[in-house]
């Protein structure tokens, strides 16, 4: 997605090289994304990519260039030993002075809009935190930063949001320094620290022996809340999500549904793991298996939604008669000529004002139930009267409790 830019050096010493990648917006806030010991690899180039689909203009500066310019190493044996070695060859006050220096070079581009904020990974999380003590950027995050603690003198003169991921197994930056680096911040309201339980250094990296993916998103996540809070874009992400489904479930049309989505989306339906990864896949799916394969009579009726800064939780009812096959819900089952009723649940992740991937879940024993397919008796699961309670709280609670009736005469608390 991206080009390289030069950038001048505060020294006066020369230029160096920095990543640069633009969202599809016509402008937006500013992002540094700083690089770990490996130099600006393909790794830290997806970063920014990623970002930049987020709606920010990004750089990533070449930290690496007084020692060599273009360093871009990958993770074998012999690539991370000449990443050590960088590493301990590596000037962290210089780093933060080409740091500040890209920070300007931001601010200066037309196409920057709003603040400046940077994440760092590494040895950019350490940088991540120095950059916040030492310059004008406008909020912080950093991802398990190896020898923050060195630098806790540091931490009163933090006077914007700085968000700290952290694993709890991290073997570059064990317990003591964790703890250490929390105390010097004791009194600094700026700073939220999340650690992440049984994680280990770089667990945000795919490509790490230690990748995690859940750990990931939780950070990523509020990472994205953070810069949402100070530096924006904000986008409407509750018309996004009206859109895409007025386009899936109104219009019926699979192009617009998918220029709603990121260009690398997923949908995941939990129940049947229906859905499709990737663009080419997903077209596919919504062409011949979702969108021209609801009922005519589909009904969306919604009860609740709450919003995230990257993300969406829709409560619905999904309402239907089962007067065609419904490849993604009851794949392979004949039409029944049933009515059907069930409560909905869809949790919508962004990136910028794109649908990045959707994870739909519902109940599928009560969609049996309600088409005749599953025999409730003796069984603890309902039909239609999921769907009738959730509308109306006071129709009876524990009805498929046998045991219900035993505790009316026993004493409570």
Not at 168 to 187: G, K, M, N, Q, V
Not at 338 to 346: D, F, G, N, S, T
Request: charged letters at 20%; glycine letters at 8%; aromatic letters at 12%.
């Amino acid at each position: 997605m991206g080009e390289y830019v030069s950038i001048t050096a505060p020294d006066g010493t020369g230029t160096f090289s920095a990543y640069l990648a633009k969202p599809a917006q016509a402008s937006g806030p500013g992002m540094v994304v700083i690089q770990e010991i490996f130099g600006v690899n393909e790794y830290v180039r997806r970063t920014a990519d990623r970002f930049a689909e987020a709606g920010y203009v990004v750089l990533a500066p070449d930290l690496f260039w007084r020692i060599k310019p273009g360093i871009d190493l990958g993770y074998s044996p012999a690539e991370w030993q000449r990443a050590f070695e960088l590493f301990q060859t590596f000037d962290a006050d210089q780093g933060i002075e080409d740091i500040a220096a890209t920070i300007a070079a931001l601010r200066a581009r037309e196409d920057q809009a709003g603040g400046v904020g940077c994440v760092g990974y590494c040895l950019g999380g350490k940088l991540a935190f120095l950059t916040a003590a030492r310059t004008d950027v406008d909020g912080a995050v950093s991802y398990y930063g190896v020898g923050m603690e060195a630098h806790g003198d540091e931490a009163k003169n933090v006077s914007v949001p700085i968000v700290f991921h952290m694993g709890e197994l991290d073997s570059y930056a064990p317990a003591e320094s964790r703890d250490a680096l929390i105390a010097a911040f004791a009194d600094n309201p700026h700073a939220t620290f999340h650690v992440y339980p049984g994680q280990d250094h770089a667990f945000a990296r795919e490509e790490g022996e230690h990748y995690d993916k859940a750990s990931t998103l939780m950070a990523y996540g509020r990472t994205m809340e953070l810069f949402h809070n100070t530096i924006g874009p904000v986008f409407d992400l509750s018309k996004l999500w009206d859109d895409h489904c007025y386009f899936e479930f109104g219009t019926r049309s699979v192009p617009d549904t998918m220029a709603t989505m990121v260009t690398e989306p997923y949908v995941n339906h939990i129940p049947t793991m229906t859905g499709g990864v990737g663009a080419n896949q997903l077209s596919r799916f919504y062409q011949w298996h979702f969108v021209n394969a609801n009922p005519e009579d589909t009904k969306l009726i919604p009860i609740s939604r709450t919003i995230g800064s990257t993300s969406l939780v829709d409560e619905m009812l999904f309402c239907f008669t089962h007067t065609s096959e419904i490849d993604w819900m009851l794949p392979g089952v004949a039409p029944t000529e049933k009515y059907v009723e069930i409560p909905l649940v869809a949790i919508v992740n962004f990136r910028g004002d794109k649908l990045f991937n959707e994870h739909i879940y519902w109940d599928q024993a009560s969609v049996l139930v309600q088409i005749g397919a599953l025999d409730p008796t003796g069984l603890p699961v309902a039909g239609i009267e999921t769907a009738k309670k959730l509308v109306d709280e006071t129709l009876p609670s524990n009805t498929l409790m046998k045991a219900w009736a035993t505790s009316e005469a026993k004493p409570v608390g």
